[in-house]
């Protein structure tokens, strides 16, 4: 018992560590289609741009979007 009560409290420390943006308005659900969005702008470091486009980082989408980093 006395194993288990520190492992639940590194969880949950853990678990509330985990959610790195935060939006004055949007809920968390809100975050995921969000995410979703700028990680398919952004796309790999592998994939291809058009010619005169440029490269969109995820972060710069994420503030676009009015997320910022806790």
């Known amino acids: 018992m ?3 009560i520190p492992l639940l ?3 949950l420390i853990l ?3 985990a959610f790195r ?3 004055s308005s949007k809920r968390h ?3 995921y289609r969000d995410d979703r969005e700028c990680q398919a702008l952004a796309g790999s470091a592998s994939s291809a741009i ?3 486009r440029e490269r969109i980082s995820y ?10 980093k806790k």
Request: glycine share 10%; with cysteine.
């Open 21 to 23: 943006w935060e939006h």
């Open 9 to 11: 409290l590194a969880l």
């Open 15 to 17: 678990c509330g560590c």
């Open 50 to 52: 058009e010619p005169g």
């Open 2 to 4: 006395r194993q288990i």
């Open 59 to 68: 972060e710069s989408c994420m503030w676009d979007k009015g997320w910022h």
């Open 29 to 31: 659900s809100e975050f």
